[in-house]
Each structure stands twice: as C-alpha cells, then as structure tokens.
C-alpha cells in the first residue's frame, strides 16, 4: 500500500487482506531450478510459512530463580511479514539443497529434521520479506517454515519441542514458531508464556544501517544488574496485563522502557530523536530491534484520530529515511 492509502486505513476492515496468510510463490520455481522444476521430478512437496517479529517489544533477563530455566527472554512483536519455504523431497538420500545456497542454517534444519523423522531429504526453496540482520527474526522464521514444509510434505505433525530443539542447536531464536505474542527464552529455544493477540499497532520504522549477527550478539551482550533485572521482571509482568487486555497506551510503555533499558548495550542512534518525535505527535512508544538495527515508532490503527498521527510520524521520521516504512502487527 502507499502512504496515502495508509493514511487513510482507519478502519481495522481495510487491513484484513494485508494480515493474512498470502498465497505461498506466485513466482516460476523454473527460474530457480531449471529443468528439476518440472512437475514430473517431484511427486510430492511441502510449504511452510512463518511471520517475523519487529525487534522485540521487551527483551532482558529476569531475577535469578524468578522462573525456570535461563533467564535470558524477550517478547515478541509479531508482524505481517513472512518467510515461506517449499520442500521437494528426493527418494534415497537425506541431504538438502537449499535455495539460495547461502541459507546454511535452514539446511542444517532441514537435514537434521529429516533424519529425526526417518525421511528423504531433496530440494528446500526459501523465499522472505524479511531482511537478514536488522532484527526482524529473518534467520528463525527461515527455520520454522522450513521444518513447517516438510512435515507438510510428508503429512507429518512434528511436535514443537522439537522444531526449538533443532533450532536451539543452530542459535538463539525468536518465538514465531507460536501464534500472537509470547514471552520466549531465546537461547534455550523454550516458551515462558503465552501472552495473547497483539492489539493492532501499525509501526512507522526505518533501518539504521549495517547487520547484527545473533550469536555473536548473543555472545557479547554480557550480564544485567540485579536492579534491572528486576526492572524487567516488573515490565513482563505489566506486558502481560497489558496485551490480554489490548491496553495499546501500555504496550507502547513498555516497548519505551526496554529501548531506554537496552540502550547502553546496543545503543540506536537515533532513539532520542525517536523518543522526540514520539512526544510530539502524541504516538504511544518507541521500539526497537534489541539484536539488530530497527527502530520504529508505535502507533494504534483503532485508534479515531490514527491517520492523521501516522501522517504526522511520517513527517517527522522523513529526516531520518525519505522512505519510512510501515509495518502491521497480526492479529
């Protein structure tokens, strides 16, 4: 859609058909395969199709003991953007060409889920919305739709322990493996909790340039103190209150204190021009992709006076990127 067709998108109606699920290639598999594209090659195949995530709404460590487990977590800010495989089996061996080649971890995936299922491996093609390194969980969505494929190709119901098993073995992940929002401790690939449907935001953001690789982000990023962790705790508890009970104002607060809270970790460079235009166009938050170089601005699609708010954080934000971008939460 074009910013002034954005703008005048109010109504939670006019975004339905831009939430759902699109239709899995619309494009020629042939200009990717050549002749093994041939429908004869291939008597059965698979799609998978996985969301991403703008940046993270909170993401830190919770008090030593304060739940199971490690206490790394974030919480996802799922987004209507998709990552979308298609898996081609081939009889007598269990490796996986991937396309493009350089999607190494989706074939790592692929090859182990294979084995754990006792099936062919064959031919894996990923195509994404979702740029690689800006914090948008290209990489997790990469992997979740690629073990979707092929359980559907082999009409398989593979348990969600062990899609987060195999990916926990590659690296950190996100929680888009689950529908809505979710409290997930990325590291150990285990879901906290289930936090409900994420209100209906739209998220005015632009890139601030350069890549983040997740594991050596992950590696690097170091401890929090006590008092923060405690900070943390207190901001996923009102996460939860506050998604269950579609309390935008909320959410946008606390999407604001984990930017502040993560700032002397990874700091954004523009965050205190964000946080300005945020304040003056009355917007409900700042968020920002903790592992990556995102950096947005939340705003209520409900709400009445919405297209004039997203017209005036597009005006603010054009000194930044003449070509901010607009993203919409699932629903």
Aim: with cysteine.
């Amino acid at each position: 859609m074009t910013t002034p067709e954005l703008i005048k998108a109010a109504a939670n109606e006019v975004w339905k058909p831009y939430l759902y699920y699109p239709t899995l290639y619309g494009e020629d598999l042939a200009g990717m395969l050549g002749e093994r594209a041939q429908p004869g090659n291939y008597l059965r195949h698979g799609d998978g199709l996985c969301c991403g995530t703008f940046g993270e709404l909170l993401q830190g460590q919770l008090p030593i003991g304060s739940f199971p487990g490690d206490p790394n977590f974030l919480v996802t800010m799922p987004i209507a953007l998709f990552a979308r495989a298609h898996f081609m089996p081939i009889e007598g061996t269990q490796s996986v060409s991937v396309y493009p080649s350089h999607k190494l971890k989706a074939k790592r995936l692929a090859e182990n889920l294979v084995l754990a299922l006792g099936v062919s491996g064959g031919t894996l093609l990923l195509q994404s919305e979702l740029p690689e390194g800006k914090g948008l969980a290209s990489s997790s969505a990469d992997l979740v739709a690629t073990a979707r494929s092929i359980a559907s190709c082999f009409k398989r119901k593979v348990r969600t322990s062990l899609i987060e098993k195999l990916m926990a073995e590659i690296e950190p992940s996100d929680g888009v493996m689950y529908p809505g929002a979710v409290a997930y401790q990325q590291r150990s690939c285990s879901l906290l909790s289930f936090l409900g449907q994420m209100p209906p935001f739209a998220i005015v953001g632009f890139d601030e340039g350069g890549t983040v690789e997740t594991v050596d982000y992950d590696q690097r990023r170091g401890e929090i103190s006590a008092s923060q962790r405690t900070q943390y705790h207190e901001l996923l508890e009102r996460a939860q209150t506050a998604i269950s009970q579609a309390d935008t104002a909320a959410v946008g607060s606390i999407a604001t204190a984990s930017a502040l809270l993560h700032q002397e970790r990874a700091p954004k460079e523009h965050l205190n021009s964000m946080l300005k235009a945020c304040a003056d166009t009355g917007a409900l938050g700042v968020i920002v992709a903790h592992s990556g170089t995102m950096i947005g601005i939340l705003l209520d699609r409900l709400a009445p006076d919405f297209p004039r708010k997203l017209q005036s954080v597009v005006d603010h934000l054009t000194p930044y990127d003449n070509s901010p971008k607009i993203y919409l939460t699932m629903n």
